[in-house]
């Protein structure tokens, strides 16, 4: 491998290490998540990238050992037919040493192959073969040297490039450690800021709810809410005597906000009875259509508590007449401003006669 392939996995550590991501505020953002996630892909893609540059530090430093390998193998060649060529010349220096040292024609005879008592023209030509062979073998010499100097040059050259392979190698696998220790440390830290956000979202949610728990028990307290007061025979007659539905609109905004709904609105058809819901005196009633609440009655009951109905179509009841609960005292109608509603009893609740309360719990109650 390259030392500039190496090079480039170094600078990626070092930016993963300065992108390392730092302690989370206190409160994580979904923008703090993503960078997380976008750190963690970038350390995912750098690990890859260095995996793959330490594998082929390894195969470059198999395939470089490879060559060593066959280098060494050469050389060994080299050094034996280097052997075996010195061993011939030597074998061959000596004996022509020996015959020219004891000038004997038959050894000559025999360098040439020729009989004994070679005369002395033939004896020359014998020493030029000599020469001649000697000066060949030097040549074989000097040839098989220069090859054993370029085998042991590669060798070294091989041996410094395998080296340097090998430190590369680990170099690399030291890189891809610190790189794998990133990735690990930004898919911690991704994990923290989801389980952390997921904390806080959870905790935002219990207080908001917790809040607005609170804040309808102070409307509650604000409105003056209590249950239901019961008649003095302990139990109530449904306002409207047929089918019905209603739900809880009390403090509903009315008149584009400008006021709050002080009653249920109990809907029903047009003309269905209306009952009074305890025993009691009719105090007043109202018998012009025009108005907010149109045809209305208030029932004083036994109990204390008076009770309001409007929007009526018309009353059958007059002031200081005495009604039992159950008694038809007017009929659903749309008079007032619930003449472009549909037809349906505005029914409200005063405890002592005073402010009123939410009417909901006494018509769920009664109905």
């Known amino acids: 491998m390259r030392m500039r392939t190496l090079n480039a996995v170094l600078v990626v550590v070092c930016c993963v290490v300065a992108t390392a991501p730092k302690p989370a505020r206190a409160d994580v953002s979904d923008a703090d998540i993503q960078v997380a996630r976008d750190r963690l892909i970038a350390a995912q893609r750098d690990a890859a990238s260095a995996t793959e540059h330490l594998r082929k530090a390894d195969s470059e430093a198999d395939a470089a050992k490879a060559a060593l390998d066959r280098t060494q193998n050469e050389i060994d060649d080299t050094q034996a037919r280097l052997d075996s060529l010195l061993k011939v010349v030597r074998s061959r220096a000596v004996e022509a040493y020996k015959n020219a040292s004891s000038g004997s024609v038959s050894a000559l005879g025999l360098v040439l192959g020729g009989p004994e008592g070679t005369d002395s023209g033939s004896a020359a030509r014998g020493q030029v073969y000599v020469r001649s062979a000697m000066s060949t073998d ?3 010499l000097a040839q098989m040297g220069a090859l054993r100097d370029d085998l042991e040059a590669k060798r070294v050259k091989q041996a410094a490039s395998s080296k340097a392979l090998a430190k590369a190698r680990d170099e690399a696998a030291s890189a891809k450690g610190r790189l794998d220790a990133a990735l690990n440390t930004a898919a911690a830290e991704k994990d923290r800021l989801e389980k ?3 904390s806080e979202d959870a905790a935002r949610a219990a207080a908001a709810s917790r809040a607005l728990e609170e804040a ?27 089918p019905v539905s209603f739900s809880d609109s009390w403090g509903a905004s009315r008149s584009g906000g400008k006021r709050r709904h002080k009653g249920v609105d109990m809907m029903s058809a047009e003309g269905t009875p209306e009952a009074a819901i305890v025993n009691g005196t009719i105090s007043r009633t109202s018998d012009v259509e025009r108005g907010l609440g149109g045809i209305t009655i208030w029932l004083q009951g036994d109990n204390g508590v008076s009770y309001y ?14 009604v039992a609960k159950g ?13 472009s509603t549909p037809a349906h009893v505005h029914f409200e609740v005063h405890p002592g006669g005073g402010a009123a309360i939410n009417p909901y719990p006494t018509a769920a109650s009664a109905c």
């Open 327 to 339: 008694d038809v005292i007017g009929y659903v109608g749309r008079t007032g401003n619930a003449r």
């Open 138 to 140: 030097t040549e074989s």
């Open 309 to 322: 109905y409007a929007h009526n179509s018309r009353n059958v009841v007059h002031p200081g007449q005495r």
């Open 216 to 242: 309808a028990a102070r409307e509650r307290a604000d409105r003056g809410a209590s249950g239901p007061v019961p008649g003095a025979d302990g139990g109530f007659a449904c306002p409207v005597q047929g």
């Open 196 to 198: 952390q956000k997921a």
